[in-house]
């Protein structure tokens, strides 16, 4: 974090990121001066409500941060931007997008979090997108010219207004992530398996474990009468994620059932003191770590791995035939995932997997026979791409090359441009237990 008395004194000349969180009213003039090198612009966690014109003059810039601000109207100024890669205007009242106010450079759209009614039929000239989060708005459809995005592989559009699912979805050869949940068209939660309900009082919360978007995961003790026991406790941090309501991701947790690959879920929080949703799972043992990380601003949508990460062929075929088998069940009981990453796969030294975060999950009607298809081809989709990383990092000998190759043809496969030539999951399952037999 930097201060406005450090840019007003000239401290930050040259720098490439700056970030201002000052209860700002307007961008200072001092960041124009910086328009030589500046590439990365944070100015959330301001009161902004416009922009000036001179931003036009940041050429360089690729990263721009406006969330938690008072925008009602997307800035038509960014437009300008020809460099933008990357822009957050969550948690603000946009209500309001122009026609081609969307730089029609970027690659990664977030406008979590706000008022929007429509987008504009411009967006269809953004054919560089590839993620796009619009969770939280207030929208009634998506344009037909979205089509002409062919490049989206992460839509999130929960939490909005839309009454019939939004059919140009279909038309996104890409798309492998998406999340639809409490839009008014999808099935109502109520009709699905409820968890016990575990009073806060008797859960005591020790450290913090990890975090992620839509909440906090702690160790914890649970008392209940019987003898006590460590658990884990996810606390969600507010109303709208970027992937939705918590509400949805604690119906697909009880929805998900029991599997050796999935994170068992044991019950819901009540009666928190601030009114907080939470969960209490299973705890995880220490020696379960995450196979990948997040995507990084270069990668956008695929994730990351650790320098000097290497996988055998053996390896992976473990790894992967756990996350089949954990997406097999989640279809087999109206869950589209929507977040099918290696960064939200756990595994241990013998190289068995636990699926979880559930925050972009989706619940849908099986007997909808056409939907249940396109839903589950996406996540095979985005189980193409895991599949796709984890043989980057492939390490084999000769006698193992065969098999690589044959997981290969299965990634390919299951990234398969047409939805309708991807396998489905007992398929993946079934190839994936035929090749482990014969390696």
């Known amino acids: ?36 090198t500046l590439e990365i612009l944070d100015l959330s966690g301001n009161r902004l409500h416009s922009l000036p ?68 039929v411009s967006i269809g000239r953004c054919t560089k997108l590839q993620k796009v989060m619009l969770a939280g708005n207030q929208l009634s ?52 398996n409820a968890l016990p309900v575990i009073a806060w009082e008797n859960v005591a919360l020790m450290e913090q474990l990890g975090a992620g978007a839509s909440g906090i995961i702690y160790k914890a003790r649970l008392n209940t009468g019987k003898s006590p026991e460590d658990v884990a406790v996810k606390v ?43 969960l209490v799972m299973e705890l995880i043992p220490a020696e379960y770590k995450n196979l990948g990380r997040p995507p990084s601003f270069v990668t956008c949508t695929r994730d990351t791995f650790a320098a000097g990460t290497r996988f055998t062929a053996q390896q992976m075929l473990l790894i992967l035939k ?55 081809r996406l996540d095979v989709r985005a189980f193409g791409c895991l599949a796709d990383d984890l043989l980057q990092y492939s390490v084999c000998t000769k006698e193992d090359e065969w098999c690589l190759e044959t997981l290969k043809r299965l990634s390919a496969g299951c990234m398969n441009e047409e939805p309708d030539k991807r396998p489905a999951f007992n398929t993946i399952v079934y190839e994936l237990q035929l090749l482990q037999n014969t390696h």
Request: overall charge negative; proline content about 4%.
């Open 1 to 36: 974090m930097h201060t406005l008395e450090q840019l007003r004194a000239g401290a930050l000349t040259g720098i490439q990121a700056l970030k201002l969180s000052e209860n700002l009213t307007e961008v200072p003039a001092e960041v124009f001066q910086l328009a030589d």
């Open 53 to 120: 014109q001179e931003m036009a003059c940041l050429t360089r810039l690729r990263i721009l941060f406006l969330s938690d601000n008072d925008f009602t109207i997307f800035p038509e100024v960014l437009k300008e931007l020809k460099q933008l890669d990357m822009l957050g205007i969550k948690a603000n009242n946009i209500q309001v997008i122009a026609e081609d106010a969307i730089p029609v450079s970027l690659r990664w759209l977030i406008l979590t979090d706000n008022c929007i009614e429509a987008l504009p």
């Open 141 to 192: 459809g998506l344009p037909d010219e979205l089509a002409a995005c062919r490049n989206i592989e992460l839509l999130r559009i929960s939490a909005n207004n839309m009454h019939t699912f939004p059919e140009v979805v279909k038309q996104l050869p890409r798309l492998a992530w998406l999340a639809y949940s409490s839009n008014p068209f999808q099935v109502n939660r109520s009709s699905f």
């Open 236 to 278: 969600f941090k507010g109303a709208v994620t970027s992937d939705g309501l918590p509400e949805d991701e604690m119906t697909a947790c009880m929805q998900a059932g029991r599997n050796s690959h999935l994170v068992s879920v044991l019950g819901v929080i009540g009666g928190h003191p601030e009114g907080m949703h939470g």
């Open 322 to 376: 756990g996350v089949a088998e954990a997406a097999k069940q989640l279809h087999d009981n109206g869950i589209m995932h929507g977040d099918l990453y290696a960064h939200n796969t756990l595994i241990n030294e013998k190289y068995h997997s636990l699926f979880g975060d559930f925050g972009a999950a989706t619940l849908y009607d099986k007997n909808n026979r056409d939907e249940a298809f396109f839903l589950e």
